[in-house]
């Protein structure tokens, strides 16, 4: 019999924009955003084990070392609580994306795991009950887990269809530097942003671009309070020849830039590279919905 052994990607996650509506009584903040994906992506890697063992690799597999209790551990075990069933799985996480960065990774690492362990212990549990089930584990893994671009709302347990995104390539860049989600929050000061949707969708990169620009990322500023590198960023991305618009994703640090052809944000990549010595920078595109997040099998 062969060896079962399945793979699934963890994009990294986008806010084209983010505006911050409002506060709960209980301290959590209110959210407008428009979330997409782009194919730079972690790696999941699972096979039957006796037990629940992960596996770390990859450039930033080392900043997880030592954290017993991470969020793909925790989602696998959250998965087979909700089933009944042994947590029984060997896991592998290729880490590609920065830690503490903007755009998601632990999210979309939790995310691919319960879709992942979802294939390999044969489960169909309830949409209803997996998107609980990664509201849980944090803010971003429904929409995650979800795998496509959408409108999320309130802390990220209300997702709406958004209109179908072009196709257009990005730069992303971090300073490296860690920057905690709660300490962007403590800093922001002033009144709260307006829920801003658009209904249209834009025909290219371009059209997207003007879109965006009439929205915003309304942590940028306590972001760049916290971490003035932020900005240094934003400023080289916007200087580079064919950029459409600059922004930075979530609470931070990660900057990204939008372009309209697969060349103009290779060269951005190359100038950046020497511009922003020592940050992570990257040229990738907007992940296509229609590409899918399935778990794959060898």
Request: overall charge negative.
């Amino acid at each position: 019999m062969a060896k079962i052994f399945l793979r699934a990607p963890a994009p990294a996650k986008l806010n084209l924009y983010l505006h911050v509506t409002g506060r709960r009584d209980d301290g959590y903040h209110l959210l407008d955003s428009l979330i997409a994906f782009a194919d730079t992506h972690d790696t999941l890697e699972a096979e039957p084990a006796e037990g629940l063992s992960l596996e770390l690799a990859g450039p930033f597999g080392e900043n997880l070392q030592g954290e017993e209790d991470n969020l793909v551990l925790r989602a696998a075990r959250a998965l087979a609580a909700a089933a009944g069933r042994p947590a029984d799985a060997a896991l592998r996480l290729i880490k590609r994306l920065p830690v503490a960065a903007g755009i998601g990774g632990g999210s979309a690492d939790a995310a691919a795991v319960l879709r992942l362990l979802s294939r390999l212990w044969d489960l169909l549990l309830p949409t209803e009950e997996m998107q609980r089930m990664a509201l849980a584990l944090g803010a971003d893994v429904p929409v995650c887990l979800a795998g496509r671009a959408a409108y999320t709302c309130g802390i990220g347990e209300r997702l709406d269809p958004a209109p179908r995104l072009p196709r257009a390539h990005l730069i992303l860049a971090n300073p490296l530097i860690p920057l905690s989600t709660p300490q962007v929050f403590k800093a922001r000061k002033g009144e709260f942003g307006r829920i801003d949707r658009f209904a249209e969708a834009p025909v290219d990169a371009a059209a997207l671009a003007d879109l965006l620009g009439s929205r915003a990322n309304d942590l940028t500023a306590p972001a760049i309070a916290c971490l003035p590198a932020i900005a240094t960023g934003l400023e080289a991305i916007a200087g580079t020849e064919g950029c459409l618009l600059a922004r930075m994703s979530g609470s931070g640090a990660t900057c990204f830039g939008l372009y309209g052809d697969e060349a103009g944000a290779r060269q951005a990549a190359l100038i950046l590279r020497e511009e922003l010595a020592g940050w992570w920078v990257v040229a990738t595109r907007l992940r296509d919905d229609t590409t899918g997040l399935e778990a794959e099998s060898d």
